[in-house]
């Protein structure tokens, strides 16, 4: 959990879908720590308070999807958290 003065410093937002596997699926819409508070293991304890609640819900996997231009890809900041980047997957809007 994040304490109110870590809240100010960062922000994270997981949507749960609906059972339509075989399981429900999360995935994590945002997740930013303010610049200033970067490296101090606050995005890292956002991702493990979104992981343990999507377990205790019983989702089968978590998605996201990041900028390659954001710095949290350049320094792979998912990836050493365990996530695996999904590289033949198409990423596609529509704009009204």
Same mark, same amino acid.
């Given at each position: 959990?994040? +304490?109110?003065? =870590?809240? !100010?410093?960062? $922000?994270g937002?997981? =949507?749960?879908? @609906?059972?339509?596997?075989?399981? @429900?699926?999360?995935? %994590?819409?945002?997740?930013? %720590?303010?610049?200033?508070?970067?490296? *101090?293991? #606050?995005?890292?304890?956002?991702?493990?308070? %979104?992981?343990?609640?999507? &377990?205790?819900?019983?989702c +089968?996997? =978590?998605? !996201? %999807?990041?900028? &390659?231009?954001?710095?949290? /890809?350049? &320094?792979?900041? /998912? *990836?050493?958290?365990? $996530? #695996?980047?999904?590289?033949? #997957?198409?990423?596609?809007? /529509?704009k !009204?």
């Open positions: 959990m994040c +304490s109110k003065t =870590l809240a !100010l410093k960062s $922000w937002l997981c =949507l749960l879908a @609906p059972k339509f596997l075989s399981a @429900p699926e999360g995935f %994590v819409s945002e997740l930013f %720590v303010d610049q200033a508070h970067r490296g *101090q293991g #606050i995005g890292s304890l956002l991702l493990d308070t %979104v992981q343990t609640e999507a &377990r205790v819900r019983g +089968s996997r =978590l998605m !996201l %999807v990041n900028s &390659r231009e954001r710095e949290s /890809y350049q &320094r792979q900041f /998912y *990836q050493k958290q365990g $996530w #695996i980047e999904r590289e033949n #997957i198409a990423n596609f809007i /529509y !009204l």
